[in-house]
């Protein structure tokens, strides 16, 4: 409903010159050109929080054991879908990389919202994890499968699973790895996710790896990293590995620690 203006007629004109001096001469005051302008804001949303991101938290630096137990969450991408073998896949390699080892549960075609092939949703699958596992870093990759799903409930349905996650491995550090794109350009859909769960992520304190936002993968290096015909989109063998020395690299930023190479490790050489 519109609101209700009333009006009222000058009685002079000597009285509306007067009215004007006196309103320019407060907005010269209080006008500063080289502030920046306040942001505009729904009515109510101050007050409300309502469509506004959820206040940031600046993460703790991350701690690593000197050989990490890493365990690696998400879909086919963590499965290792389109590699040689599933096991060439980036979260199996990342062992390597980071001296330590890895426990990877991916599921080709789940998210947050969406069941997989071979198993529920993030939030259930959560819930079947291991409790007596012991990682000292989770890693909780994707998922573009949820761009078909709608952003309702999305939001609510990544807290329930991080909450679940936190409360079943309290000790490990939780690193969430966004969304990376399977094709160009990046989908907007595919960009509301990476924005949904970078919020969130902040909200939280913890950090936020996002593929897209770091060009990981660009139109010159596309082809070069995912199988657009048998692989259907997902990455190749070598663009798994390119993957893992990407991941691995984003985590010595935020630790400091050296990493390898992809394949230093690797005492036999790739068929």
Avoid: C
């Avoid at 703790?60 to 096991?87: C, K, M, N, Q, R």
């Avoid at 400091?256 to 790739?270: K, L, M, Q, R, W």
């Amino acid at each position: 409903m519109k609101a209700r203006v009333t009006r009222h007629p000058l009685r002079s004109a000597g009285v509306a010159v007067a009215l004007l001096l006196v309103v320019a001469a407060v907005a010269l005051g209080m006008w500063r050109p080289w502030a920046p302008l306040p942001s505009a804001a729904p009515i109510g949303a101050a007050a409300q929080g309502e469509g506004a991101a959820p206040a940031a938290i600046a993460p703790a630096p991350l701690v690593l054991p000197e050989h990490p137990t890493v365990l690696v969450f998400g879909d086919s991408w963590t499965y290792g879908s389109a590699a040689t073998v599933p096991t060439e896949g980036y979260a199996y390699r990342l062992a390597g990389l980071l001296d330590g080892q890895t426990i990877v549960d991916g599921v080709r075609g789940s998210g947050y919202l969406k069941p997989g092939l071979d198993g529920p949703a993030f939030g259930e699958r959560i819930a079947a994890l291991d409790p007596t596992l012991t990682p000292d870093l989770i890693i909780i990759q994707g998922s573009i499968n949820d761009r078909a799903q709608g952003e309702a409930g999305y939001r609510e349905a990544v807290t329930a699973a991080w909450d679940a996650l936190s409360a079943k491995y309290p000790e490990a550090t939780i690193v969430v790895l966004g969304p990376a794109p399977h094709e160009l350009p990046v989908g907007a859909a595919t960009g509301r996710i990476d924005t949904d769960l970078g919020e969130l992520a902040a909200a939280r304190g913890w950090w936020y790896i996002s593929p897209i936002a770091q060009d990981w993968i660009t139109e010159q290096n596309y082809l070069d990293v995912i199988d657009v015909d048998l692989g259907r989109q997902h990455p190749s063998t070598a663009g798994h590995r390119y993957l893992a020395e990407r991941v691995a690299a984003a985590l010595t930023e935020l630790t400091g620690a050296p990493v390898s190479e992809a394949g230093g490790s690797e005492t036999t050489p790739e068929q």
